[in-house]
Every structure is written in C-alpha cells, then in structure tokens.
C-alpha cells in the first residue's frame, strides 16, 4: 500500500501567503485548507496581526520555519507534534495551546492519522517576510 506524504507550511504561510500543502508520493491527495479570519494593524506601528485558521491533511509534515513575531495557536481538532527549537516535542490535541517566540525555528513535526484544524494568532513585523524556510 502506498502512503501519503505531504509537506505543509506552517499556518501563517497558508493563511497569509497562499502556500499550499506538497504532494511527494501520491497524486490525488487533499491540499492544505486555509482561512483568513481577521488581519489588522498593530498592536505597534510597523506590526500586524493575523488570525487564521488552517486544515492540515493527515500525515502531513510541518516544514521547519521562522516568523518574524510571536505565533499563538490552539488545536481545535486532530494531532500534531510541535518541535520548537530549544524545547522538547510535544504533541498538541485539541484544546492545547501553544505559543512559539520571534524567530523560533518550528516545525518539522507530523499530523496524525487524522486531520489537523489549528486557530493561530500572529503579531508580525508587516515589513519583513512573513515566515522563512529554517
């Protein structure tokens, strides 16, 4: 039996930018499901801040990245293991939190069996990227 791989970007890049999940070894496989719910300016000048909402396909590995500000989530459906650099994996079910500090690698980690859906916040420099491959 074949397996599926995708490689997904984190929920800012899906949500503000457009990227979608990757096929690698199957064709036919769903594709990463974003929203934008909210996006205003602030809290500071030269800041914004986005909220967003992301499905994640089964099995889907998070590319490690970084964002020029501070992401805050919540798993509302599904499992996702979350390496963030200097801390040790954890694995998020829905009602966890998590919150990755400015420039943070992250990512890397693998949805489980079923799908993911995350609600993020970002507070993000408008001027720079809003996230980079690590």
Known sequence: MMTRRFFAT???????T?????QVSAQGAPQLSRK??????GPAPGYVTIIAEVDIPAGAI??????????????????????IQGKPTVVLKPGDAFQVPAGAVHGGGKAGTGRVKVVS????????????PA
């Open 10 to 16: 984190c929920t800012i890049c899906a949500a503000a």
């Open 18 to 22: 457009g990227f979608a999940a990757t």
């Open 36 to 41: 934008m719910l909210s996006q205003t300016e």
């Open 62 to 83: 998070v590319a490690p990245h970084t964002h020029p500000g501070i992401e805050t989530g919540y798993v509302i459906e599904g499992e996702i293991e979350l390496p």
């Open 121 to 132: 916040t970002f507070v993000v420099e408008k001027a720079k990227p809003l996230a980079s």
